[in-house]
């Protein structure tokens, strides 16, 4: 295997950062989107693609056909297609950790053609793929369960829950799914309360089967299942884990496993998607995967002009750095989607929410944006006034999803037309009589489509987010699949906790000092 640890050449330092600097300063900072429209009449077919599932709409943002140019010039120097190749060959890239990034192998099929030396994964995938949906066929064909309640937190959490949500037209009814991540205990009470030991399932999903608040709630999880005169763990609990000694450890020996080389936040098509599985079946779950795949497939292949996940990944590189544009909002027009920008704050910020390049030295340029948002039309009548008025400049993106999975007469179309409406309006912008009623326009939008929200378009959508933050990061020349960050608040609250109870405050700043006073 090559090691490619080591960054050919900062992006900052090549020839098209340049280009792109001087392209900026002499008009693409102020770059109208209006005009552009309404001068060019193949801009929407330029900026627009569909790719498996997945239809983009690009064409209302501040870019042009020569600043896309140049990111694509960036991204070759940068070299990003000897990156993406090593993502795709199995190479150790992430190289903090010494491990291979291989998410996407977890939704190859059975007979996919991959280096030889993957082999034995792929293998291991599907013998692994085919147990765990066995085992969720089963859960479901299980009456006495009617809850199954997932602990876990970060990726172990935010992707089988997302997912859950967004599929949940295709869930059998009958059956509840909790999730519970969050070390307060009112979470976890809050769902025992409802709850009967012979009735529940309780899923613990942890990569490391150490993370302190899944290990607390765990426990918390198992002493009331005992207390309540529960006795049969190996039907009542089950782990989703690489650790597999520690499940055992614990008491568990239903456990479904995966492997160091799938990162928390990329893990939702491992074992830990069994919540999801037992949501919809097996061969939804399949089907999710496949949808995921044939982005993979397209990723992989296609050229850096028609890769849509590329495409978008380099014009976050174009706004965080040129435009100098701070956040990006996501607005899922879909109920169904409205935990979609808490999973993609973990996708994005965990992964490229980085200081230094692969080399450890400071970047001088900015990395990932804060991603945030909610779902339309409720996002409108609470934050969209700072879109459109506000100071900053927030790019917007839109997913809408054509067919409803319901037949309740006249929302879908209500619901469109907003999603429709609200990229005009951050467009065209209005002007008044000055002053308060002025709307700037030129805010910038993305339109991302699906035709039907189901298991397969789900899976492109993710798959075309995980590569779209890989570009990003392998344009910054930073390490995409490490998380040093979560390491030392970890550590200080271990220090803290046995303080609150015995005051000890030696050594701490005066204010951490205080705080521990207060709430000891
Ligand atoms: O603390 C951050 C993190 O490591 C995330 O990256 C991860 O998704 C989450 O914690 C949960 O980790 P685990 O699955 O090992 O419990």
Redesign the pocket.
């Known amino acids: 295997m090559t090691k490619t640890t080591t960054l050919p050449i900062r992006a900052d330092q090549t020839l098209a950062w340049a280009t792109l600097r001087q392209h900026h300063a002499q008009g693409a900072a102020d770059f109208d989107v209006r005009e552009a429209l309404a001068g060019d009449a193949g801009r929407v077919a330029h900026f627009s693609q569909q790719i498996p599932h997945v239809f983009a709409d690009l064409s209302k943002n501040r870019i042009d056909a020569a600043a896309e140019r140049l990111l694509f010039a960036l991204a070759r120097e940068t070299g990003f297609d000897a990156r993406r190749a090593a993502l795709f060959a199995g190479e150790p890239i992430n190289s903090t950790e010494h491990r291979q990034v291989l998410h996407w192998l977890l939704r190859a099929p059975r007979d996919a053609a991959v280096p030889r030396a993957l082999r034995a994964d792929l293998d291991a995938v599907h013998a692994t793929l085919d147990a765990m949906l066995a085992y969720a066929e089963q859960v479901r064909a299980d009456h006495e369960i009617t809850d199954v309640v997932n602990i876990?937190?970060?990726?172990?959490d935010l992707g089988p829950q997302m997912a859950t949500l967004a599929l949940d037209a295709f869930a059998a009814p009958g059956r509840r799914l909790h999730f519970v991540s969050n070390v307060d205990g009112h979470e976890l009470a809050g769902v025992l309360r409802r709850l009967r030991p012979r009735n529940t399932l309780f899923l613990v999903?942890?990569?490391?089967f150490?993370?302190a608040e899944?290990m607390t709630n765990a426990r918390s999880a198992r002493r009331w299942f005992e207390a309540q005169g529960g006795s049969d763990i190996a039907r009542h609990f089950a782990a989703l884990t690489t650790n597999v000694e520690a499940a055992r450890d614990f008491g568990i020996t239903t456990t479904f496993g995966f492997w160091d080389w799938v990162g928390?936040?990329y893990s939702l098509w491992s074992a830990i998607g069994l919540p999801i599985a037992i949501a919809i079946g097996a061969g939804a779950f399949r089907e999710l995967l496949a949808g995921a795949h044939a982005v993979d497939e397209h990723f992989r292949s296609a050229p850096l002009e028609s890769n849509l996940p590329a495409r978008l990944g380099l014009l976050d590189v174009w706004y965080r750095n040129f435009h100098g544009f701070t956040s990006r909002c996501v607005a899922p027009y879909h109920q169904g989607l409205r935990r979609l920008p808490a999973y993609l704050q973990q996708l994005e910020m965990?992964s490229n929410g980085k200081r230094v390049d692969l080399n450890g030295d400071a970047l001088p340029f900015a990395t990932s944006p804060v991603v945030w948002g909610e779902p339309g039309t409720n996002g409108q009548h609470a934050f969209f006034q700072q879109l459109h008025q506000g100071t900053d400049v927030v790019p917007l993106e839109f997913i809408a999803v054509r067919e409803a999975a319901h037949k309740l007469d006249g929302h879908q179309p209500k619901l469109l037309a907003n999603a429709i409406a609200q990229a005009q309006a951050l467009l065209q912008g209005q002007a008044d009589t000055g002053g308060h009623k002025d709307f700037p326009g030129n805010r910038p939008s993305s339109f991302l489509v699906l035709e039907r929200l189901e298991p397969a378009s789900l899976g492109a959508l993710i798959a075309l987010y995980e590569h779209r933050v890989f570009t990003s990061g392998a344009v910054w020349g930073i390490n995409s699949f490490d998380?040093w960050g979560?390491e030392l608040g970890k550590v200080l609250a271990k220090d803290i906790e046995p303080r609150l109870a015995s005051g000890d405050v030696a050594g701490l700043d005066p204010s951490t000092a205080a705080l521990v006073r207060r709430l000891g």
């Open positions: 876990g937190i970060g990726g172990s999903a942890s990569k490391t150490t993370t899944t928390g936040r965990e998380q979560v």
